[in-house]
């Protein structure tokens, strides 16, 4: 197996505001390998993009703070970085592609100037090396005649066209870690089918580990390797994605993925989890899933249920699990 | 695009560019080009009209004030003062203005909020008194009227542009610089700046017509550059007690100021057109 480049070790972000303390993320583990495609999945406000901005310390400050924990790459702890050092890590080392393609791009500069900008901040090229590694980025993500493109401004471009321009500007230093927030989110089904294809082969060619952040447990089935489900805050399963599949063992997995449409089967209503997620600001004692667990006791009530590893790279919070 | 359509776009650049071009050179010029020293005073030729009207004579295109004093002249020399002061000014307020708005929205938190209460305190504060107060204490002339423009007038800027850079730096865009490790100091200048020129550029545009009316306000209550060296809102000031008996003492700087001030607002419009990406190649 190869080796791990990132661990989250017991990571705590916590927002705070005039209405008391959001525990946005409330002590998150979880590794990621050279090479491998780790799935970040769950509803929304669940803490799944605060967990990326505290990889990257971009959180808002000075509302948002990473409380605890550790984000270690390659051996190197980066909470205790200085602000200098860190910054070099972003764009160089690790990477992230954001969830809107038609915001993410600055519409005065040709879309050469934005790709080549971290390559002359990192790398130190000028000129004609730029426009070289440019091109060469470009076509890192399959994009027919680059040398027009890099001279075209972002309006003039398709949303499927911007993200892979998104793409090629977090790839354009080639990072060992790259971080997709719900890069397809915006694209229609025909172009998210062939992002992720081109993901893939980015992933074949270049060894780098991705975290993918999605709601979607489609996009999940055919692009990850390795999944953590997360759930207001907290990572309540991970496990290899086949295994998560075939047996998820924590409720609010298998209530998720019954949640999804699917076309072998013909009931008549999809089903849905019932109530809200608990409020980050008032968690309950306890499991956060009991109010809404099928199957929860007293004990979900009362105690917090620790992370047990039940078969190898497979581990459940949940009472329930034995 | 038609060959006409083409001509009357150029035509919106070229025309302002010219005028001030020529008012420029002009008053670099002002010693060559003046028929008149401008304090020449000759009392006999007083309210000379325009040469072209009646009793109007060839010594004096566009006639004689009060004192005899040739107006063509005036108006040349005039030129110096008023586009040196608010060219200069406009300069300074802008610049600080854009600098402090810039860096206001992006840092955000207290940082914003000092500079703004800072911002508030120079907008409700009265200008002209300032003007007075600062040309009674360091005396009246070019470099106090200078000062007394641009102590208040960067807040306007300062106001209108961070709310600007503070919309485009929750953009995606200065997100995703910032996720490749872009410098903050980077991203306000490369990022944020460019996106706030238009507005930038129409506020400038505005305030050129503003800051020759504030100049010649300051002249008017006699705390601008001082007698008898003149400035186009002085001589304005100066006809206006003649002006049913000697219209022309008003009119001609009047018009000049009002050139300068259409100029600056086509030319303003053209750039803007100019530096949006998605009007530039259609």
New interface residues.
């Given amino acids: 197996m190869s080796k791990i480049i990132l661990q989250v070790e017991d990571l705590h972000s916590f927002f705070f505001t005039r209405r008391g303390v959001v525990k946005a993320v409330d002590g998150v583990s979880f590794y990621v390998r050279e090479g491998e495609t780790f799935g970040l999945v769950g509803e929304s406000a669940c803490g799944k993009t605060v967990t990326a901005l505290s990889i990257?310390r971009?959180l808002p400050e000075?509302a948002g703070r990473i409380v605890e924990g550790k984000v270690i790459l390659d051996g190197t702890n980066l909470l205790e970085l200085d602000k200098e050092e860190m910054?070099?890590?972003?764009?160089?080392i690790i990477?992230?592609i954001?969830?809107?393609p038609m915001?993410?791009?600055?519409?005065?500069?040709t879309i050469g100037d934005q790709i080549g900008?971290?390559m002359r901040?990192?790398q130190g090229l000028q000129g004609e090396m730029v426009e070289q590694e440019v091109i060469s980025a470009l076509r890192l993500l399959n994009i027919p005649s680059p040398e027009t493109l890099l001279r075209q401004?972002p309006?003039q471009l398709s949303g499927g066209m911007r993200q892979r321009v998104?793409g090629a500007?977090?790839m354009?230093?080639h990072p060992r870690l790259l971080i997709a927030d719900e890069p397809t989110t915006a694209l229609d089904a025909t172009i998210q089918a062939q992002y992720m294809a081109l993901f893939k082969d980015i992933q074949k060619k270049t060894n780098v580990a991705i975290i993918y952040i999605t709601h979607d447990f489609g996009v999940i089935a055919q692009m990850c390797h390795r999944v953590a489900v997360m759930y207001a805050g907290k990572i309540v399963e991970t496990a290899m994605t086949r295994e998560i599949f075939k047996t998820p063992k924590h409720p609010y997995t298998s209530a998720l993925m019954n949640s999804v449409p699917r076309l072998d089967h013909k009931d008549e209503r999809l089903y849905s989890i019932k109530g809200q997620p608990p409020s980050l600001r008032d968690l309950p004692p306890g499991c956060r899933f009991f109010p809404r667990c099928p199957v929860a006791e007293d004990i979900c009530r009362q105690q917090e249920p620790a992370e047990k590893e039940i078969t190898e790279g497979h581990f459940v919070s949940c009472w329930k699990v034995k | 695009m038609t060959r006409w359509g083409r001509i009357s776009r150029d035509l919106v650049m070229i025309l302002p560019v010219t005028v001030l071009a020529v008012l420029i050179f002009t008053a670099i010029f002002a010693d060559v080009l003046a028929p008149y020293p401008y304090d020449k005073t000759a009392l006999p030729e007083r309210l000379t009209p325009p040469a072209w009207c009646e009793g109007g004579s060839t010594k004096h295109l566009l006639g004689t004030d009060t004192l005899g004093r040739d107006i063509l002249s005036r108006a040349i020399y005039g030129a110096r003062v008023s586009l040196s002061v608010s060219l200069l000014a406009i300069a300074i307020t802008a610049i600080v203005g854009t600098a402090l708005g810039i860096f206001s929205g992006y840092m955000g938190?207290r940082t914003d909020a000092f500079i703004m209460r800072v911002v508030d305190v120079a907008l409700s504060f009265p200008a002209l008194l300032l003007a007075i107060l600062l040309a009674v204490s360091l005396g009246p002339g070019f470099f106090t009227v200078i000062f007394a423009l641009s102590a208040l007038g960067w807040a306007g800027y300062a106001r209108i542009i961070r709310g600007e850079a503070l919309r485009i730096s929750t953009?995606?865009?200065v997100?995703?610089?910032?996720?490749?490790?872009?410098?903050p100091g980077?991203i306000m200048l490369?990022?944020i700046f460019?996106?706030i020129l238009n507005i930038l550029i129409v506020g400038i545009t505005l305030s050129v017509g503003a800051m020759i009316l504030a100049e010649s306000a300051m002249s008017y209550l006699g705390i601008g550059i001082p007698p008898p060296v003149p400035s186009w809102g002085s001589m304005v000031a100066d006809g206006r007690n003649s002006l049913d008996s000697a219209w022309w003492i008003s009119t001609f700087p009047g018009i000049l100021i009002g050139m300068v001030v259409m100029s600056g607002n086509f030319l303003g419009d053209w750039l803007r057109d100019r530096?949006d990406?998605?009007l530039r190649q259609l």
């Fill in positions: 990257l971009l000075p910054r070099k890590y972003r764009g160089r990477s992230m954001l969830q809107d915001t993410s791009l600055n519409p005065v500069y900008e971290a901040l990192h401004y309006f998104a500007i977090a354009s230093c | 938190g953009s995606d865009f997100a995703q610089a910032q996720v490749i490790g872009v410098s980077r490369r990022h460019p996106n530096l990406p998605r």
